[in-house]
Structure formats: structure tokens, C-alpha cells
């Protein structure tokens, strides 16, 4: 069934009668007539009776006028839609990040973005699972670490950053600048629990240097581990510029030595339309981190 049968459908069902039907499709009168053969071949049962020279819709062929006007009302509405997406009028972009210090260094972010285009709806999905999410198009960018074991997906890297000690403004090592893996070996950590990247990447880390992570606390929200250390009940291992979202509080970041290094990728699939909303937020988040290298 194809979207021109039944719009010449649609005509004759407006005339009811094949020559007028005909000349305002500018049409010759035999192939309407032949297009709707062929689709009353495909449905199966008559559209339209032919009484002498009167056409009148068959109850089948009053079943589909009203279907194929709400599949070209849709079609209509989609064309709007892309329209204001062209002209950033209207949108959505749905983003997946990593959980719990993305999220929290994205907020200046999507406000300059709203103001921009504030009718484009935006929204920040923390996930650990962000390559599954792009490839089951559950969001239409990533902003994860990258994957190459799939060759359905784009990935575009962005921005690498290293990891600082955090801890207390009273701890012994607030007034140092720098410290060594081994200086780790008997300060309490919190930190997220195993399966967050952050911690997996640490631990990996911790193996390279013969250092082993145990710590004395875990959770999966960073504004939690920054509480535990402003109370003093240990030091977190987390990315350096996160201190930026935490600065009222009563804590220093200290820069470490061969800290462990993360690579931040842009991942979409090859095969999916984005939008130009969705492209200009992904120039922006860009710039953004580029602005704060």
C-alpha cells in the first residue's frame, strides 16, 4: 500500500466520481482507476460501488477514508515537527551520562542551552550502562567512555581528565600539593561501589601502583561521598574539576601523582538522524568542557 494510492483514495473519496477525482489528481481517468483496483486488490473487499454512473463508498472503503486521514494527519504533523526542529522551535534530546559527577557538571550547561532553546525538551539520564542505551535507542547521544567492540556506534572524543585526592580541610594532606599512590595506603576512603565506572577505573589504577581500594564507606551519589568527607569520616578519589560543584563546602582537592585518567567520548550510532537540536548540544557540550580544560 502506498502513501500515493491512497492519497488518490482520499480524492475520490472527496468527489466520488472518478473523472472529477481524475482532474484534480491531473490524472487520466483509466489509472485512477487502475491504482484503486489494485488497492482494493489489496485489502480484499471493494472500496467503492459503482452504481450506474454514481460512486459510493463501500462500509471497507469508509473503514480506511478514516485511517489513511489520520496517517497523513500524523504525516503532516511530522513534517511540522521537523520543521521546528529545523528552526530550533521545538525538539527533544535525550542525553545518558555517567552517574553522579556528569550530571552535576552539566547543570551550567543546560541552563545557557534552555535559554537558547527553550522550547527544546532536554533530558540528562545518569547511566552506567550508556553504550546499551545508545544502541537500543533509548537516548540519542552518550557522553561516556569509549567502546570499540561495536561498530554500529560514532564516537567522537571530547575531553580528558584526571583524578584528585578530596578531603577535609583539617586533613594532614589539605596543605599538600601533591601526592604519591603510596601516600594512599592508609587514608580511609569513600567512594561509589564497585560497578560505577569511577570505582572500576580506580581499582584498575590501585593494581597498577600495588595499591588496594577498601574503603570504609561506599554510595552512588557523589553529593553523599563530598558530605562524608566535609564531616571527616574519609578522603574520595574523584575527577579534578568536580571540585568546581562542591566549592561552599569545607574541602580541598589534592592533585595525585600518575592519577588515574579518563577519556570522555560523544557515542551515537552511525545509522540514527540527529537532530539539529541534538547537534548543536553536543557542539555545546563541547565547548563547555573545552572552556574548562
Not at 500500500?1 to 489528481?25: D, G, P, V
Not at 577535609?168 to 596543605?175: L, N, T, V, Y
Request: charged share 25%; glycine share 4%.
Amino acid at each position: 500500500m502506498e502513501i500515493r494510492q491512497l492519497h488518490y483514495f482520499l480524492m475520490l473519496c472527496r468527489e466520488l466520481h472518478f473523472s472529477e477525482a481524475a482532474y484534480k489528481l491531473g490524472i487520466s481517468q483509466p489509472t485512477l482507476s487502475q491504482q484503486i483496483r489494485v488497492l482494493e486488490d489489496e485489502v480484499g473487499v471493494p472500496l467503492f460501488d459503482r452504481i450506474g454512473k454514481k460512486t459510493v463508498k463501500t462500509e471497507a472503503g469508509t473503514v480506511l477514508e478514516r485511517y489513511a486521514l489520520e496517517m497523513f494527519q500524523q504525516l503532516d504533523h511530522a513534517k511540522e515537527a521537523i520543521a521546528d526542529l529545523r528552526d530550533y522551535h521545538a525538539g527533544n534530546v535525550r542525553v545518558a551520562v555517567l552517574p553522579s559527577d556528569l550530571d552535576y557538571r552539566l547543570t551550567p550547561l543546560l541552563v545557557d542551552f534552555h535559554k537558547a532553546f527553550p522550547n527544546t525538551n532536554v533530558q540528562v539520564i545518569p547511566s552506567i550502562d550508556i553504550i546499551d542505551k545508545v544502541l537500543n535507542n533509548e537516548v540519542d547521544i552518550g557522553v561516556g567512555l569509549a567502546d570499540h567492540s561495536d561498530t554500529r556506534l560514532h564516537q567522537t572524543p571530547f575531553y580528558t581528565e584526571t583524578y584528585s585526592l578530596y578531603v577535609h580541610s583539617d586533613h594532614e594532606f589539605a596543605r599538600k600539593t601533591l601526592i604519591s599512590p603510596q601516600d594512599l595506603r592508609h587514608i580511609p576512603l569513600v567512594m561509589y561501589p564497585k560497578g560505577f565506572y569511577g570505582r572500576d577505573l580506580i581499582e584498575m589504577w590501585g593494581k597498577e601502583h600495588d595499591l588496594s581500594i577498601k574503603p570504609i564507606m561506599e554510595t552512588g551519589s557523589a553529593t553523599s561521598l563530598f558530605q562524608l568527607v566535609n564531616e571527616g569520616i574519609g578522603a574520595t578519589i574523584q575527577p579534578s574539576q568536580l571540585i568546581d560543584s562542591f566549592q561552599a563546602l569545607d574541602i580541598r582537592a589534592v592533585e595525585i601523582k600518575d592519577s588515574p585518567i579518563r577519556d570522555l567520548n560523544i557515542i551515537y550510532r552511525k545509522d540514527k538522524y540527529l537532530s539539529l537540536a541534538t547537534q548543536t548540544f553536543m557542539n555545546r557540550l563541547e565547548d563547555f568542557f573545552r572552556r574548562r580544560a
